[in-house]
């Protein structure tokens, strides 16, 4: 299994990220109007299992619906058994061995060229994005757009990491370290970048040389399998992968608990990845490892705004943060902490801003904002919404918005005390909950005032603020001067601290190494 030695011989050109689709160009948004006219067309097709190489029907449905018209079936897919689960991850833990002794210059073309379909079909993609996952046509855009960066920034870390650098030389040896995949893993992704976290969990896995049974969110299956049939047509072989669609309660505890699995790479809400963390952690019969787990979970994510900052560049940020993609980001701005002195000031500001926001249909580009992902989670939202009403003073939004798809107004409430509800719990919703702070300091408390600690930002001209934010602020992802969501792979590595997760820095220069053990080799001259 010395597969990771063999670097590729095509020198690869440097990093950079994807373009992001200009639709304000005429050309741009008539080609997307064509490639949402294509997919609409493809609607409510019914889809097979992949798992062990080899298509599979259970007649057992899980329909996958448009969250902006409820009535519109987006695709139907036959649900895994127990029994297909089982043989995914030993199908994968068999072929493991073929497959991790594939070159790595091999599996980083393969990755490569996964990235040039998704260029070619971009607007397509985009176009599944929307219907699906209720994205508008930039928020669809930039989901893709970081897909094709995953594939491209670890196929060229695996180009790196397989010829390592060298160890330091013992007198009379030559030692060498080599990286060697880890083998079976599981990989299961949250709905809300259902194309770009999907995609970039999965190539890191197998460009790394494992095999994995990728397990995808029941909300945005029809995506999962668009990337699958990718994988496929780039030519990754047909074993390397399984595609095991079916509700993450009747599938993923043995999934996870099986004892030839290795590794699990998750990104979703906390309690699911506590869940996960625990029955990987205990040894099963037969099982000789360690399980290795990756878990990106939640964020309560505060914006500070200090009395020293430029209060529009604020407001915007804090709505951009708050309501791109219906608050739907691990990374949204969900609560604001704001200097008592400019806090009115700062309301004023924002309330104006929030209630210009558009509601409607994803597929229309005149909205700014589209539904949330599902009846459940609406519902969810509404009721943190009510309680809200009762744990501060309702500034903007607070209702339902547009029938027929699952709606929400964005929404501020203000005065919330940091013990509430709304200030404390991920709400995964459009909903921005406004605290009154003493001063730089007590902002930054209140804002450290969480289990969380995935993303923030802070709004303040004064350098010497700037330094305690990067000092104390504890998250894994800040950011100065700007909205604390829209990471760049390369630029941004993302991740967060303490609840939010184990910091794996998806689109940072060591991600593949949670898919790869090192092996020290030392011979006698
Ligand atoms: P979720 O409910 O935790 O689901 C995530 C995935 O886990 C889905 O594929 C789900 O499948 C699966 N799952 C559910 N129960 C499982 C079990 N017992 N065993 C194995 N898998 C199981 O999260 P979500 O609603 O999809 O996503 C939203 C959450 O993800 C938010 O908390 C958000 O903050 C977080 N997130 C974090 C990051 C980050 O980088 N930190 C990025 C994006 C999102 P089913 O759909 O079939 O239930």
Not at 24 to 34: D, F, I, L, Q, T
Not at 405 to 430: C, H, M, N, W
Not at 471 to 476: E, H, L
Not at 490 to 512: E, Q, R, V, W
């Amino acid at each position: 299994m010395m597969s990771t030695q063999a670097a590729s011989s095509r020198p690869l050109p440097e990093f950079r990220n994807q373009a992001f689709t200009d639709f304000s160009r005429p050309e741009n948004r008539k080609a997307m109007e064509a490639a949402l006219a294509h997919v609409r067309s493809e609607l409510g097709r019914e889809y097979e299992l992949w798992i062990a190489g080899a298509r599979h029907k259970t007649g057992d449905f899980l329909d996958s619906v448009n969250p902006s018209h409820y009535s519109e079936i987006v695709g139907r897919h036959h649900k895994a058994t127990h029994e297909l689960a089982r043989r995914a991850i030993e199908d994968a833990y068999a072929y493991f061995p073929e497959w991790s002794r594939t070159p790595a210059s091999s599996r980083v073309e393969l990755a490569l060229r996964v990235a040039e379909i998704l260029k070619k079909r971009k607007l397509d993609f985009d176009a599944w994005l929307v219907f699906e996952a209720g994205k508008t046509w930039p928020e669809a855009d930039a989901d893709v757009s970081e897909a094709i960066d995953f594939c491209e920034y670890y196929a060229r870390q695996m180009h790196r990491m397989s010829a390592p650098p060298g160890v330091v030389q013992m007198p009379g040896e030559r030692d060498e370290m080599v990286y060697l995949p880890l083998g079976a893993g599981v990989i299961i992704p949250p709905w809300n970048f259902p194309l770009a976290i999907l995609a970039g969990m999965s190539i890191a896995a197998l460009v790394a040389g494992n095999t994995i049974v990728i397990k995808p969110s029941s909300e945005t299956p029809t995506i999962a399998q668009k990337f699958a049939e990718v994988l496929l047509e780039a030519g990754f072989p047909a074993r390397s992968f399984s595609l095991c669609t079916g509700s993450g309660s009747v599938v993923g505890d043995l999934l996870v608990e099986h004892p030839k699995t290795r590794f699990v790479s998750f990104t979703g809400s906390r309690d699911v990845g506590l869940r996960i963390n625990e029955l990987a952690a205990k040894p099963r019969k037969g099982q000789i490892w360690i399980k290795r787990v990756v878990a990106e979970m939640g964020g309560k994510d505060a914006i500070i705004v200090d009395r020293e900052a430029d209060l529009d560049a604020a407001a915007l940020g804090v709505a951009q943060s708050a309501y791109g993609y219906q608050g739907q980001k691990c990374s949204a701005c969900s609560r604001a902490i704001v200097d008592q002195a400019v806090y009115d000031e700062f309301l004023d500001k924002l309330k104006p801003r929030v209630e210009a926001l558009k509601v409607g249909p994803a597929e229309d580009p005149a909205n700014d904002m589209g539904p949330v992902i599902s009846a459940s989670a609406r519902k969810t939202i509404s009721e943190y919404i009510e309680a809200g009403k009762n744990e501060g003073r309702l500034i903007a939004g607070g209702a339902d918005a547009a029938p027929g798809g699952y709606y929400l107004e964005p929404t501020v409430i203000a005065d919330v005390d940091s013990k509430a509800r709304i200030f404390q719990e991920e709400i995964f919703g459009p909903v921005l909950a406004v605290t009154k702070a003493r001063d730089f300091d007590h902002a930054l408390e209140l804002a450290n005032d969480t289990e969380y600690g995935l993303t923030g930002a802070v709004y303040t001209r004064n350098r010497e603020k700037i330094r305690r934010a990067k000092d104390r602020f504890f998250v894994g992802n800040l950011y100065i001067n700007r909205k604390c969501t829209g990471a760049m792979v390369g630029a941004h590595p993302f991740g967060g601290f303490n609840m939010s997760g184990t910091d794996s820095k998806a689109g940072g220069p060591d991600y593949l190494l949670q898919f790869l053990q090192a092996k020290s080799i030392a011979e006698k001259l």
